[in-house]
Protein backbone atom coordinates (compact mmCIF):
# COMPACT_ATOMS: atom_id res chain seq x y z
CA UNK A 1 0.00 0.00 0.00
CA UNK A 2 1.53 3.36 -0.96
CA UNK A 3 0.09 6.53 0.49
CA UNK A 4 0.31 9.79 -1.11
CA UNK A 5 0.34 13.16 -0.37
CA UNK A 6 0.35 16.36 -2.45
CA UNK A 7 0.90 19.64 -1.21
CA UNK A 8 2.43 23.38 -2.70
CA UNK A 9 -0.90 24.49 -4.28
CA UNK A 10 -2.24 27.94 -4.08
CA UNK A 11 -3.28 30.88 -6.64
CA UNK A 12 -1.25 32.51 -8.54
CA UNK A 13 -0.41 35.25 -11.63
CA UNK A 14 -0.49 34.46 -15.10
CA UNK A 15 3.04 34.09 -16.12
CA UNK A 16 3.89 32.99 -12.16
CA UNK A 17 5.58 29.84 -10.72
CA UNK A 18 4.63 26.50 -8.16
CA UNK A 19 6.44 23.63 -7.33
CA UNK A 20 4.07 20.87 -6.29
CA UNK A 21 5.65 18.07 -3.74
CA UNK A 22 4.04 14.78 -3.42
CA UNK A 23 5.10 13.30 0.00
CA UNK A 24 4.89 8.74 -0.11
CA UNK A 25 4.47 6.51 2.14
CA UNK A 26 4.71 2.67 2.28
CA UNK A 27 6.88 -0.26 2.98
CA UNK A 28 6.09 -0.80 -0.89
CA UNK A 29 7.01 2.79 -2.56
CA UNK A 30 10.46 1.09 -4.06
CA UNK A 31 10.29 0.70 -7.86
CA UNK A 32 7.05 2.86 -8.49
CA UNK A 33 7.05 5.35 -11.01
CA UNK A 34 5.13 8.32 -10.67
CA UNK A 35 2.81 10.73 -12.34
CA UNK A 36 1.10 14.11 -12.16
CA UNK A 37 -2.33 14.47 -13.74
CA UNK A 38 -4.98 17.31 -13.10
CA UNK A 39 -8.18 18.18 -13.36
CA UNK A 40 -10.94 21.40 -13.92
CA UNK A 41 -14.14 21.23 -13.07
CA UNK A 42 -16.43 20.20 -15.43
CA UNK A 43 -13.53 17.93 -17.12
CA UNK A 44 -12.29 14.81 -17.34
CA UNK A 45 -8.35 14.63 -15.43
CA UNK A 46 -6.00 14.97 -17.25
CA UNK A 47 -2.19 13.34 -17.59
CA UNK A 48 0.41 16.39 -17.03
CA UNK A 49 3.99 14.49 -16.69
CA UNK A 50 5.43 11.39 -15.42
CA UNK A 51 8.45 10.00 -14.34
CA UNK A 52 9.94 6.29 -14.30
CA UNK A 53 11.64 4.89 -10.97
CA UNK A 54 15.09 4.15 -11.87
CA UNK A 55 16.34 5.93 -14.51
CA UNK A 56 14.36 9.30 -13.88
CA UNK A 57 13.18 8.83 -17.85
CA UNK A 58 10.35 11.85 -18.26
CA UNK A 59 7.64 12.52 -20.65
CA UNK A 60 5.50 15.46 -20.64
CA UNK A 61 1.66 16.37 -22.23
CA UNK A 62 1.96 18.72 -25.08
CA UNK A 63 0.39 21.95 -23.60
CA UNK A 64 3.29 21.37 -20.55
CA UNK A 65 5.96 20.61 -22.01
CA UNK A 66 8.53 23.20 -21.71
CA UNK A 67 7.22 24.79 -18.84
CA UNK A 68 7.15 22.06 -16.21
CA UNK A 69 9.16 19.62 -14.79
CA UNK A 70 8.61 16.53 -13.35
CA UNK A 71 11.92 15.40 -10.64
CA UNK A 72 11.83 12.74 -7.56
CA UNK A 73 13.96 11.99 -4.75
CA UNK A 74 13.85 8.20 -4.47
CA UNK A 75 15.58 8.83 -0.82
CA UNK A 76 12.92 11.37 0.82
CA UNK A 77 10.09 9.42 -1.33
CA UNK A 78 9.09 12.39 -3.13
CA UNK A 79 7.65 14.14 -6.05
CA UNK A 80 7.86 16.95 -7.53
CA UNK A 81 6.38 18.97 -10.25
CA UNK A 82 7.66 22.86 -10.68
CA UNK A 83 5.28 25.13 -12.94
CA UNK A 84 6.57 27.91 -14.67
CA UNK A 85 5.25 30.25 -17.02
CA UNK A 86 1.66 29.28 -15.75
CA UNK A 87 -1.42 30.38 -17.26
CA UNK A 88 -5.04 30.46 -16.75
CA UNK A 89 -5.49 27.08 -18.37
CA UNK A 90 -3.45 25.44 -15.83
CA UNK A 91 -6.25 26.03 -13.10
CA UNK A 92 -7.27 22.69 -11.64
CA UNK A 93 -6.73 20.46 -8.90
CA UNK A 94 -3.35 18.22 -9.20
CA UNK A 95 -3.31 15.04 -8.65
CA UNK A 96 0.40 12.63 -8.27
CA UNK A 97 -0.19 8.98 -8.83
CA UNK A 98 1.86 5.82 -8.19
CA UNK A 99 2.09 2.82 -10.98
CA UNK A 100 4.32 -0.14 -11.07
CA UNK A 101 2.99 -0.83 -14.58
CA UNK A 102 4.73 0.04 -17.66
CA UNK A 103 3.00 3.24 -18.40
CA UNK A 104 2.53 6.76 -18.16
CA UNK A 105 -0.23 8.66 -19.43
CA UNK A 106 -3.00 6.55 -18.80
CA UNK A 107 -4.65 7.16 -15.31
CA UNK A 108 -6.15 3.90 -15.61
CA UNK A 109 -2.88 1.98 -14.75
CA UNK A 110 -2.37 4.00 -11.74
CA UNK A 111 -2.75 2.04 -8.50
CA UNK A 112 -2.20 4.92 -5.91
CA UNK A 113 -3.65 8.29 -5.63
CA UNK A 114 -3.01 10.99 -3.76
CA UNK A 115 -6.45 13.74 -2.52
CA UNK A 116 -4.92 16.74 -4.87
CA UNK A 117 -4.25 20.19 -4.44
CA UNK A 118 -5.66 22.81 -5.69
CA UNK A 119 -3.79 25.37 -8.37
CA UNK A 120 -5.20 28.86 -9.69
CA UNK A 121 -3.70 30.68 -12.10
CA UNK A 122 -5.35 34.48 -12.04
CA UNK A 123 -5.50 36.75 -15.45
Known amino acids: QVQLVESGGGLVQAGGSLRLSCAAS????????MGWFRQAPGKEREFVAH????????YYADSVKGRFTIARDNVKNKVYLQMNSLKPEDTAVYYC????????????????WGQGTQVTVST
Open 97 to 112: AATRGDTDSRARDYAY
Open 51 to 58: IRWSVGWT
Open 26 to 33: GPTFSGYH
